[in-house]
């Protein structure tokens, strides 16, 4: 295919952008073909009337390139026309076509929501990653966070969103979801992802963040009575959570209490390393409040964007150590 002036023009610019870079190593560490695969049976072989559909691979790059910068449907729509970095990840001359609109990338998103193909998209990164070495075994870290949603009333019902409830954190009430995730203690990658509603205590679903193959398990002091619960009674895995801070101050300057204070930062630093995927989800993709109504959305959302926090955080093994994505 002939390439088009603008093309050239932009090809030919000497300084190379954060947005240009970041866009490179998404392109470069992407399985593309086996999320093509994972999502072709269930794309349309026709546009309806006749009509040919949208290619899959311009789709999965267009929606890919939404959940990486944050964007609304409409929002990826116009930075298909402000964006030339953008265009050229999703595969758009407008020299020769028109960008797909807001209505064919939200038809899109339904249908990745439908057939639960989020989650199959999750776990075929995941499965790709374990093949390179980079997803062990051996222990997991759990924890949570919450996702803001709107509070407002002014919509057609005059309700806030019924599936999110409040939340008490420290002495803040928050309204909205939780994000719980399970985390390899080895590479910080995320391998299990569950959506609840805000008001749902992280310790109810510590058990099911397990992929049950680990030897331990490491948590903050909220999952604290984990191993007294029904769920964990037939559960050979180790626990090692948090001592409550509250506690923790008690902690006196006897052989004793400096020996439980060094093993409480030893597992501290080893629960850092959760953190890590929610700064690439709230920080670099700029998620910080649900855009839609209801849990399933939301969830199948999460999905996605914990499967691309795994190719960025996976990002120097996969294409060397002097790779870097501008955070």
């Known amino acids: 295919m002939q390439t088009s002036f603008s093309e ?67 929002g990826i729509e116009d930075a298909l026309y402000d964006s030339q970095a953008i265009r050229r990840f999703v595969g758009i001359d407008l020299g020769r076509e028109s960008a797909p609109d807001a209505t064919t990338l939200l038809n899109f998103r339904h249908l990745l929501e439908h057939h639960q193909l989020t989650e199959s998209i999750f776990n075929a ?91 331990a398990a490491f948590g903050d002091a909220g999952y604290q009575g984990i191993e007294k619960r029904e769920e964990s009674q037939e559960a050979t895995v180790v626990w090692h959570v948090a001592m409550k801070p509250s506690k923790r101050k008690l902690l006196d300057g006897t052989e ?16 850092a390393k959760v953190e890590h995927p929610f700064h690439v989800v709230k920080d670099i993709f700029k998620y910080r409040k649900t855009r839609y109504k209801g849990l399933a959305k939301n969830t199948a959302q999460l999905f996605s964007l914990f499967a691309l926090t795994n190719l960025v955080l996976a990002r120097r093994l996969l294409l060397g150590a002097d790779s870097q994505i501008a955070s």
């Open 256 to 271: 004793l209490g400096r020996l439980v204070a060094q093993l409480e930062y030893a597992k501290a630093r080893i629960r």
């Open 8 to 74: 050239l023009e932009y090809s030919r610019k000497k300084k190379q952008t954060r947005r240009d870079r970041f866009l490179a190593e998404i392109e470069a560490v992407t399985p593309w073909a086996i999320l093509e695969k994972t999502v072709r049976p269930f794309y349309p072989s026709s546009g309806g009337r006749g009509r040919q559909p949208i290619g899959l691979m311009r789709m999965l790059r267009m929606y890919i390139a939404q959940q990486c910068f944050g964007l609304s449907d409409e």
């Open 125 to 215: 990164i995941n499965h790709h990653l374990a093949e390179q070495g980079l997803l062990l075994r051996e222990g997991t870290i759990v924890d949570a966070t919450l996702i803001a949603a709107p509070p407002s009333t002014k919509n057609l019902s005059g309700k806030r969103d019924p599936e999110m409830h409040q939340s008490k954190k420290g002495k803040q009430w928050h309204f909205g979801m939780k994000a719980h995730i399970g985390v390899d203690t080895h590479s910080g990658l995320v391998h299990t992802v569950i959506g609840t509603a805000g008001n749902i205590s992280d310790v109810t679903q510590a058990q099911a963040l397990l992929h049950g193959a680990e030897e």
